[in-house]
């Protein structure tokens, strides 16, 4: 295992941030963010002013002093395309590597493009899509099938950029915004790209002002999650967010809880260019990723065995990736998943689950016992929350709180329906029935593996009327896991109807 720096400079910020990296896995260590707004120079002189050459100087330096006290010896730096527009971008960028050791790889369209595109598809499972992606300087269209892109478009405007550019129009917001709205259509009907887009396809959004827009849907929704990766805003409640947004003062905007106030104005342009997406587009309902350019250059550049085959089973992945940095483990050296997942077949008549409790299922097998990290005694309503806020990717919110609920239920007893009825817009009686028998089997396969030793290795089920009779296949004395096993007989036949024998 190895730390790594990853440094990213945009039209708004410089970003440091420290990976550990373990072959194909890595978790994100540490995070700094100064702004530095260097857009503003070259939108306005094409030009990187002395003051910010200075300020991203001092900021570079502190950077490499972190890296060297962290004993980091791979740094990967990169800078978006916006800065080929700066006409001393050359002296700009030699002057950093003379002074810090730093080597910008300064990013061209196409390799932007390919890392939106990465970040997006190695952690929302969708086979076939159209990616919108709102930066600060440009915007951009992505069309893909089977995970080849098919086409891009991008527009030279982004959310800064274009409240720059109306900035000192003497206009009411409403009327501002209609403004801004009609340029972006504008320039999208000049591409003329429409007809290209599958009807059955799914859009994605990302970048900031996608991020923006799940934060106020969430909040005008009172959705009970805080999951940004994967949540889908329809045009209805986009709708809302934007007349909400279009009746705001710029000061006001700056006081939204979770909303950045550098450029307070920023949030209204955005909105405005989805928006101009929407309609020319004819989107019903976006799903927002919460990853983007900045995973993608980590897959890229840093586990690019990921670049030449992408992420089949995103979801496997991003579970190996929790336990290889928290247990040491893979999925494949847990035992507790495997004969979780054994039972879950070999109980399949009794428990009738249908195959969409499959990645619930997967996950709270590879996590149940996370609480027992924090908190031995509340380990179960620990992993509840440990789940919800885990970074599992390829699986719908329903599917994550399902195996958080899971997980609460290895001890029924844990179950507060009141705590359930705050789900109710994500969760029905059929998801009610399917955590109690999931976590009764993971409370099950829990006693068969309380050893550590891998001593049950199988098991053998019959159903003969209204007993379940579960013959175990040994490796070594099994006699303290049959106990065990037995003593949930109770527990059993009030979740299944059915009496356990384990033998």
């Not at 923006?212 to 929704?221: E, S, V």
């Not at 927002?288 to 496997?316: A, D, T």
């Amino acid at each position: 295992m190895e730390k790594v720096a990853v440094i990213q400079l945009d039209a708004m910020a410089l970003r440091l941030l420290i990976l550990e990296v373990d072959g194909i896995y890595f978790r994100p260590v540490d995070e700094i963010v100064e702004n530095l707004k260097l857009g503003k120079d070259i939108s306005q002189n094409n030009l990187i002013s002395v003051f910010n050459v200075t300020s991203t100087l001092k900021i570079l330096k502190m950077f490499r002093k972190l890296c060297d006290t962290n004993g980091i010896l791979k740094s990967y730096a990169f800078a978006s395309p916006t800065f080929k527009n700066a006409k001393n971008e050359k002296s700009f960028f030699e002057e950093i590597y003379n002074n810090t050791g730093f080597n910008f790889q300064l990013l061209n369209d196409d390799e932007e493009t390919k890392a939106i595109y990465s970040g997006i598809i190695n952690n929302i499972e969708c086979p076939k899509g159209v990616i919108l992606h709102i930066d600060w300087t440009f915007s951009a269209i992505i069309v893909y099938n089977r995970r080849n892109i098919l086409k891009y478009i991008k527009i030279d405007e982004g959310c800064l950029s274009l409240a720059e550019r109306f900035e000192n129009e003497n206009l009411s917001n409403s009327q501002k915004n209609k403004k801004m709205k009609e340029y972006i259509l504008s320039l999208l009907k000049q591409k003329d790209f429409s007809a290209d887009i599958d009807p059955e396809c799914t859009f994605i959004g990302s970048g900031v002002s996608f991020l923006n827009l799940g934060k106020l849907a969430r909040k005008a929704t009172h959705y009970p999650l805080e999951i940004e990766n994967n949540y889908t805003v329809t045009k209805e409640v986009f709708d809302n967010v934007y007349n909400f947004v279009e009746g705001l003062d710029v000061d006001k905007t700056m006081k939204l809880k979770g909303i950045t106030a550098d450029r307070a104005d920023t949030l209204a342009s955005g909105m405005c260019i989805a928006s101009a997406m929407f309609e020319y587009l004819n989107v019903a309902k976006v799903c927002i990723s919460s990853y983007g350019m900045r995973e993608g250059i980590i897959y890229n550049y840093i586990v690019p065995n990921i670049l030449e085959k992408p992420l089949s089973e995103m979801m496997n992945y991003s579970l190996d990736n929790i336990r290889l940095f928290y247990d040491n483990k893979s999925l494949s050296d847990n035992h507790l998943y495997n004969l979780t997942i054994m039972l879950f077949k070999q109980i399949k008549v009794l428990h009738k689950l249908p195959r969409m409790y499959i990645k619930p299922l997967k996950i709270v097998a590879s996590l149940c016992e996370s609480g027992k990290r924090i908190n031995f005694e509340q380990n179960e309503k620990v992993s509840f929350d440990v789940i919800l806020n885990s970074p599992i990717s390829g699986a719908s919110h329903k599917e994550i709180l399902i195996a958080a609920f899971a997980s609460l239920c290895q001890n029924p007893d844990n179950l507060n329906l009141a705590d359930w009825i705050k789900y109710k817009d994500l969760l029905d009686e059929n998801d009610l029935d399917a955590v109690r028998k999931i976590g009764m089997i993971i409370k099950l396969a829990t006693v068969l593996n309380v050893s550590k030793n891998k001593v049950v290795q199988d098991v053998n089920c019959d159903i003969l009327g209204d007993s379940v009779i579960l013959k175990t296949i040994v490796d070594g004395d099994a006699q303290f896991e049959i106990l065990l096993a037995n003593k949930l007989a109770p527990a059993f036949k009030k979740v299944f109807k059915k009496n356990l024998q384990v033998i």
